[in-house]
């Protein structure tokens, strides 16, 4: 065997190692699917880019708000996620501040829409689409999102120690890589959606006129994920 081959296989055992025992690791699996059976606020965002936008929108705003996803695990992992949930002042602060970013998000695709409202246009209402967001706003706008949200750092915290064991060695790693598979099987489902909403809604965004609609629908959901994150 060579030495590549030795160090391969190394890692495999070493990541291997850190899995939970087969029984473990199908219970974390169903609770997973089970968590993310049921639509979140995380699919209500990627289905309205997605709808809006098309389907590379809600692609770029998934990959966005899995990597946030991702960020708060590693939060997790490294005991950040305790902090937030011991200080209810900062997890106040994050709270608002994810709201406040919504709130800009709803508001100005709201302005979008009234702009192409009044702009000039032909009879029939038909018109070229406008251009979407750009790829790099549509991703930092998804990882903002996630980020700013205080309930998935303090969902993490709670629901990867259940299936953590310290018998296995450190905690730190097993949390990292759950919650990496977590954030596997989210990207796989919110993609799903994507892929949904943008079939159902291609031909609404070849008229100007449901372009408009569209897009007052998905400031207002936007406004209605701000009034969830705060309230609920």
Wanted: overall charge positive.
């Amino acid at each position: 065997m060579t030495v590549q081959a030795m160090q391969v296989t190394q890692a495999v055992e070493s990541v291997t190692a850190l899995l939970p025992s087969y029984a473990a690791l199908l219970g974390f699996l169903g609770a997973s699917l089970a968590t993310l059976a049921a639509p979140g606020p995380s699919v209500v965002y990627v289905v309205a880019r997605s709808t809006a936008h098309g389907r590379r929108a809600g692609l770029y705003s998934m990959a966005g708000l899995e990597t946030g996803a991702a960020l708060h695990v590693m939060a997790a992992a490294a005991g950040l996620a305790a902090l937030l949930a011991r200080s209810p002042a900062l997890f106040d602060v994050v709270r608002w501040t994810g709201a406040a970013y919504l709130v800009w998000l709803g508001v100005r695709e709201l302005r979008a829409a009234r702009t192409r409202a009044t702009a000039p246009g032909d009879a029939t209402g038909e018109g070229a689409a406008p251009a979407s967001p750009r790829r790099w706003r549509l991703f930092a706008d998804g990882v903002l999102v996630d980020v700013l949200n205080p309930k998935t750092a303090l969902f993490f915290l709670a629901f990867l120690p259940q299936f953590a064991d310290p018998a296995r060695g450190a905690v730190a790693p097993q949390l990292a890589l759950l919650g990496g598979l977590f954030v596997g099987l989210t990207a796989l489902v919110d993609s799903s959606y994507v892929l949904l909403a943008d079939r159902m809604s291609w031909r609404l965004r070849g008229s100007e006129r449901a372009r408009r609609r569209l897009g007052r629908a998905s400031g207002g959901i936007y406004l209605a994920l701000a009034g969830t994150a705060v309230v609920v």
